[in-house]
């Protein structure tokens, strides 16, 4: 016999009224590139910063210049985010500056073409601005997880069964600009991925989150009727 067409669902806990449920279809999640850029200038000592090339004037410079992918080369009405979340020196004191900077951050985007423009332009702007300035950057791009696309049929099944089990279903959510490894599996097979509210808490991923135990009743109903609603007769 031929395989049987599958479909994936998913769900993630999020801070909102407990046991509401937000899904939208399409894109919901942002795919993820993660980079490191070293910048490698010649260290000296801080009182003669001429006699070498300070690679942390350079790395503020190159920072600064990665907020022009989104300010002037994406259309603005297409999403990218370009954070630099890491900033690290080999300067062993205060009184020394460093041979090298490392940078690192990630670009989230909701569309393949953005991606690759985002990826060539952090690369041209890391070793232009280092070789404007006397210096070198070597850049390493890893792309992580694919955007989360929620297929059309199946988020009508996901509502349909989060409408049996919630007063409250906002079915066009925000597309949120974190990324999910669940995108995995849609890519693999149609599905959807939900939201299902967990209460007035600090946001996932937060020291101060706080799963609350009753949004778990909603969790495994729309779980169990998924299953049921799916089931062939």
């Given at each position: 016999?031929?395989?049987?067409?599958?479909?994936v669902?998913?769900l993630?806990?999020?801070?909102n009224?407990?046991?509401?449920i937000?899904?939208?279809?399409?894109?919901?999640?942002?795919?993820?590139?993660?980079?490191?850029?070293?910048?490698?200038?010649?260290?000296?000592?801080?009182?003669?910063?001429w006699?070498?090339?300070?690679?942390?004037?350079?790395?503020?410079?190159?920072?600064?210049g990665?907020?022009?992918?989104?300010?002037?080369?994406?259309?603005?009405?297409?999403?990218?985010?370009?954070?630099?979340?890491?900033?690290?020196?080999?300067?062993?004191?205060?009184?020394?500056?460093?041979?090298?900077?490392?940078?690192?951050?990630?670009?989230?985007t909701?569309?393949?073409?953005?991606?690759?423009?985002?990826?060539?332009?952090?690369?041209?702007?890391?070793?232009?601005?280092?070789?404007?300035?006397?210096?070198?950057?070597?850049?390493?791009?890893?792309?992580?997880?694919?955007?989360?696309?929620?297929?059309s049929?199946?988020?009508?099944?996901?509502?349909?069964?989060?409408?049996?089990?919630?007063?409250?279903?906002?079915?066009?959510?925000?597309?949120?600009?974190?990324?999910?490894?669940?995108?995995?599996?849609l890519?693999?097979?149609?599905?959807?991925?939900?939201?299902?509210?967990?209460?007035?808490?600090?946001?996932?991923?937060?020291?101060?989150?706080?799963?609350?135990?009753n949004?778990?009743?909603?969790?495994?109903?729309?779980?169990?009727?998924?299953?049921?609603?799916?089931?062939?007769?």
């Amino acid at each position: 016999k031929a395989p049987v067409p599958g479909a994936v669902f998913g769900l993630h806990v999020w801070p909102n009224t407990v046991g509401s449920i937000a899904i939208r279809q399409g894109p919901i999640m942002a795919a993820a590139g993660n980079f490191t850029i070293i910048v490698k200038g010649r260290q000296t000592h801080g009182s003669q910063p001429w006699s070498g090339i300070d690679p942390i004037v350079v790395a503020s410079q190159i920072v600064l210049g990665l907020q022009t992918i989104a300010s002037r080369n994406v259309d603005p009405l297409h999403q990218v985010v370009v954070s630099i979340c890491v900033v690290e020196t080999d300067s062993p004191a205060s009184n020394v500056i460093p041979q090298t900077v490392k940078l690192k951050g990630t670009v989230r985007t909701m569309d393949p073409a953005v991606q690759d423009l985002a990826e060539q332009r952090l690369t041209e702007i890391a070793q232009g601005t280092a070789l404007a300035l006397g210096a070198r950057a070597e850049v390493s791009y890893k792309r992580g997880y694919p955007v989360t696309v929620n297929a059309s049929t199946q988020t009508g099944y996901a509502v349909d069964v989060a409408r049996a089990i919630s007063p409250q279903v906002d079915t066009n959510i925000a597309p949120m600009m974190g990324a999910e490894d669940f995108s995995y599996m849609l890519n693999a097979r149609p599905g959807a991925y939900i939201f299902v509210g967990n209460g007035d808490t600090a946001m996932v991923h937060h020291p101060a989150y706080n799963f609350d135990d009753n949004v778990i009743p909603f969790g495994a109903s729309w779980y169990a009727g998924m299953v049921e609603a799916r089931m062939p007769v």
